[in-house]
């Protein structure tokens, strides 16, 4: 799912910007579960769909939150409860980023369908190769953030770990429909396939850039049609 347009590897800058970024919503309050969606699929649009990017955007957006937490705990003593519905809240917001692009993908695929365009096979298996690792991307994340924290945010960190790995995860849910959509489109391209106008990933980022921007409510409802 690689974008063309960005290297493989971001710049320090760009993902240290998502660190506080995130750092900054933690800190604001209010709905921090969209805040963090929308920064997360913003970094998604901006910085790549590949998979190592996706492993670097997943990881700033953890530092921002153990970050923003930590502060937030440190200007009152009594403050747990608030730390675990902010830390729940913004891993919330990165489950939901994560479904979000896995929905995008589909959706692209299912237009471009429609239209009689196919992507080719080579970017075909390779968007359902990265598409496969999102969920692991997404826990890996969270277990590698837990394993650093300590006290409460460890604790809080293990505990959505193992309920995600017990109960399964938003992406994962989403991705089950996705990879039936690409595994159909693949078994389905013939020799006489063509190029659509634009590449996979980048339609699939235009669509997380009008879902984050407030152009599109939504992915969910819009990829939940069984017109394959």
Do not use: C, W
């Not at 970024?21 to 910085?47: F, P, Y």
């Not at 980023?97 to 390779?126: M, R």
């Not at 969920?135 to 969270?142: G, K, R, V």
């Not at 300590?150 to 991705?175: F, K, R, Y």
């Amino acid at each position: 799912m690689q974008n063309d347009n960005h290297s493989t590897v971001q710049p320090e800058k760009d993902v240290a910007r998502l660190t506080e970024e995130v750092r900054e919503a933690i800190a604001h309050g209010g709905d921090i579960e969209n805040a963090v969606r929308n920064l997360t699929l913003q970094a998604m649009h901006s910085n790549g769909l590949d998979i190592e990017s996706l492993k670097q955007i997943a990881t700033a957006v953890m530092k921002g939150t153990q970050e923003g937490v930590q502060q937030e705990m440190t200007h009152a003593a009594e403050q747990s409860h608030a730390a675990q519905s902010q830390i729940t809240q913004a891993v919330a917001g990165l489950d939901t980023a994560f479904a979000q692009l896995a929905g995008a993908s589909k959706l692209a695929l299912e237009e471009a369908s429609s239209k009689a365009k196919q992507f080719s096979d080579s970017e075909l298996a390779k968007a359902q190769a990265d598409l496969k690792d999102l969920e692991s991307i997404f826990l890996d994340t969270l277990k590698h953030t837990a394993t650093a924290a300590q006290g409460l945010i460890a604790e809080t960190l293990q505990d959505m770990l193992s309920h995600a790995q017990h109960n399964g995860t938003a992406v994962g849910m989403q991705l089950k429909d996705t990879l039936a959509v690409f595994a159909h489109q693949i078994a389905s391209t013939g020799r006489a396939q063509f190029e659509a106008g634009v590449k996979l990933t980048q339609t699939t980022a235009d669509l997380l850039y009008k879902i984050s921007t407030g152009v599109l409510s939504g992915i969910t409802g819009q990829t939940n049609r069984d017109d394959r």
